[in-house]
T-cell receptor, first 107, second 115 residues
């Protein structure tokens, strides 16, 4: 079993839609959690950290469920520019990356 | 600030050839990392350097060596390239070792093909 698992997608959604991604992790001792965004043929960049109480940054909301060991990312009012791969990242001793979920937002 | 820079951007090698991938950061970060990214596998840590003068193995170190030349530079060497090392290689840096909520900044990547 992979340490961090994500549905690879692609998720094809129309502009303005709300879309949610989940990610599960196997290491119950993991300490911190992140979502990174990676555009096609580019480097990953931090989108947001994920806090135990959940957190929001504009149209993006991240949630953590430690009991079930999953993390979610909700994107509201999708824009064309949100098209990218979203990487779930879990920090135990080192960062462990999921394989990514590809999002395609269409006009 | 240039952030994290990597050279070369692209490279094609024949099996058995050697090469060094260069990485430099200008953010005065203590920790640096080398990852490889393969389709469907996510990024996997090859080696890391928690601070200047130290290096440690990551998840997939076989076939690679690293040198933390100074605080700014961290190089990755393939001594005898194999087709299985065809991948995209990313260098990253962070202010502190990734034991806490600590953002990593990535370079643009090196696309390596081994024939």
């Amino acid at each position: 079993r992979k340490e961090v698992e994500q549905d690879p997608g692609p998720f094809n959604v129309p502009e303005g839609a709300t879309v949610a991604f989940n990610c599960t992790y196997s290491n119950s001792a993991s300490q911190s959690f992140f979502w990174y965004r990676q555009d096609c043929r580019k480097e990953p960049k931090l989108l947001m950290s994920v806090y135990s109480s959940g957190n929001e940054d504009g149209r993006f909301t991240a949630q953590l469920n430690r009991a079930s060991q999953y993390i979610s990312l909700l994107i509201r009012d999708s824009k064309l520019s949100d098209s990218a791969t979203y990487l779930c990242v879990v920090n135990g001793n080192m960062l462990t990356f999921g394989g990514g979920t590809r999002l395609m937002v269409k006009p | 600030n240039a952030g994290v820079t990597q050279t070369p951007k692209f490279q094609v090698l024949k099996t058995g050839q050697s090469m060094t991938l260069q990485c430099a950061q200008d953010m005065n970060h203590n920790s640096m990392y080398w990852y490889r990214q393969d389709p469907g596998m996510g990024l996997r840590l090859i080696y890391y350097s928690a601070s200047e003068g130290t290096t440690d193995k990551g998840e997939v170190p076989n076939g690679y060596n690293v040198s933390r030349l100074n605080k700014r530079e961290f190089s990755l060497r393939l001594e005898s390239a194999a087709p299985s090392q065809t991948s995209v290689y990313f260098c990253a840096s962070s202010e502190r070792p990734s034991g806490g909520a600590n953002e990593q900044f990535f370079g643009p990547g090196t696309r390596l093909t081994v024939l």
